[in-house]
């Protein structure tokens, strides 16, 4: 398996611009996460679906986010208007309730945004 | 309240040393899972092992092994002969144990250093 897949690596734009993250969880998979890490929080939850439904999105910290999920192997993270306090990795994740548990994540590579 | 405390922010060593990372969680769940992940300077966050609360047996793989005491709501992780490749960040995680998925609270990573 390819693993958690994330586009870009690297994205570089200015402040007022939208931008677009997208992730590929494992197949079959059942749960996807969006987490964000900084120096100064840590890793933090943004969001996660089950079953491509949007199931705790409290961690999004304000409408300029928008997270969907699609399908099963897609889902995309959203901000807009971009500021540069937004600038952070941002990291998806999948896990199966099924086999490892649903707690058990597997990690993306991640998204590293600087929002000028 | 949940929390995960990591007290050491960074350790460096030398190779073949050995070194412990401590981990202290607060919960008022009487049962719940412990994580520990590694992050290497590539990106991703890498799962290495969940505990659950039930089983305080010692766990030892190759030259990793954890040390859990919920006397002292410890879950140390220990590596035994450090060598250059353990360099990353490690983090160690919290969750309640309940069906489907309950929010992973992350402590805030301690930076292993090892020199050769």
């Known amino acids: 398996d390819a693993g958690v897949i994330q586009s870009p690596r690297h994205e570089v734009t200015e402040m007022g611009q939208e931008v677009t993250l997208r992730c590929k969880p494992i197949?079959?998979?059942?749960?996807l996460f969006w987490y964000r890490q900084t120096m100064m929080r840590g890793l933090e939850l943004l969001i996660y679906?089950?079953?491509?439904?949007?199931?705790?999105d409290s961690g999004m910290p304000e409408d300029r986010f928008s997270a969907k999920m699609p399908n099963a192997s897609f889902s995309t993270l959203k901000i807009q208007p971009s500021e540069p306090r937004d600038s952070a990795v941002y990291f998806c994740?999948?896990?199966?309730?099924?086999?490892?548990?649903?707690?058990?994540?597997?990690f993306g590579a991640g998204s590293r945004l600087t929002v000028l | 309240a949940q929390k995960v405390t990591q007290a050491q922010t960074e350790i460096s060593v030398v190779e073949k040393e050995d070194v412990t990372l401590d981990c202290v969680y607060e919960?008022?769940?009487?049962?719940?899972?412990l994580f520990w992940y590694k992050q290497p300077p590539s990106g991703e966050l890498v799962f290495l092992i969940r505990r659950n609360s039930f089983d305080e047996q010692n766990e030892i793989s190759g030259r990793y092994s954890w040390n859990f005491q919920k006397s002292t709501s410890s879950f140390n992780f220990t590596i035994t002969a450090s060598q250059v490749v353990d360099s990353a960040v490690y983090f160690c995680?919290?969750?309640?144990?309940?069906?489907?998925?309950?929010?992973?609270?992350f402590g805030a990573g301690t930076r292993l250093a090892v020199h050769p």
């Open positions: 994740a999948s896990s199966s309730s099924q086999t490892s548990g649903a707690n058990v994540l597997t």
């Open positions: 679906f089950n079953n491509n439904v949007p199931i705790d």
């Open positions: 995680a919290l969750s309640p144990i309940s069906g489907g998925y309950n929010k992973l609270i």
């Open positions: 197949s079959g998979h059942d749960y």
């Open positions: 919960t008022r769940d009487t049962t719940y899972y």
